[in-house]
């Protein structure tokens, strides 16, 4: 149990475009989802939390107008990243957690994104 | 504030030989400790928890940590690597009780030789 899917695995996008991975948990309800970035051998770096039905909560440093973060049911939450550039370029990862399952988090597969 | 810390970036083990991956933590409350496992270009797989139940807490693929207040520590070892075991290693420490946040350690990139 515990499954979280993610949705591209890879994604190419020109520059200037926007790009939207959908993650899902798909055997539980999540009231938190989180979305994390990932560059080359690097540890996992937290952009947001968000609860289903409220806005979410980004970390210091992230912009809420490119990546917008909707999670607008308790099995879907999606990360938009708006006018996309090189430098966005990385491996996005989402996450849940599941009520009754408290402090763990289930992890997607990820999601690479390159912006050409 | 918690936080975690993992000792060495990379180790270098020879196949059968034991593994050790290091980790230490700070946090203010009963901490909620996880150890995972990400192998080139995936998510991360749970190898195991510790959530205040016992001390030496097994895991998957012959994986165990001990818990160890006093030392504020959560070690990671094996007692014989093996080739599919090289990947990248992530400590990780959570105490917000129904928060689900977690703080991550930086890595331990593990290399298995033939």
């Known amino acids: 149990g515990a499954v979280v899917s993610q949705h591209p695995s890879r994604v190419i996008c020109k520059s200037g475009t926007s790009v939207k991975i959908e993650c899902r948990s798909l055997d539980f309800q999540a009231t938190t989802m989180f979305w994390y970035r990932q560059f080359p051998k690097q540890s996992l770096m937290l952009m947001a939390t968000s609860n289903e039905g409220s806005k979410a909560t980004y970390e210091q440093g992230v912009e809420k107008d490119k990546f917008l973060i909707n999670h607008a049911s308790l099995t879907l939450s999606t990360l938009t990243v708006t006018s996309a550039h090189p430098e966005d370029s990385s491996f996005y990862i989402c996450s849940a957690g599941a009520s009754g399952r408290a402090n763990e988090q289930f992890f997607g597969p990820g999601t690479r994104l390159t912006v050409l | 504030a918690q936080s975690v810390t993992q000792l060495d970036s990379h180790v270098s083990v020879s196949e059968g030989t034991p593994v050790l991956l290091r980790c230490n933590y700070s946090?203010?409350?009963?901490?909620?400790l996880f150890w995972y496992v990400q192998h080139p270009n995936k998510g991360l797989q749970l190898l195991l928890k510790?959530?205040?139940?016992?001390?030496l807490v097994k895991g998957i693929n012959g994986f165990e940590a001990e818990f160890k207040k006093s030392e504020t520590s959560f070690h990671l070892t094996k007692p014989s690597a093996h080739m599919s075991d090289a990947a990248e290693y992530f400590c990780v420490v959570s105490d917000s009780w129904g928060t689900y946040k977690y703080i991550f350690g930086t890595g331990t990139r593990l290399k298995v030789l033939a």
């Open positions: 510790y959530t205040s139940a016992a001390t």
């Open positions: 946090s203010s409350y009963s901490p909620s």
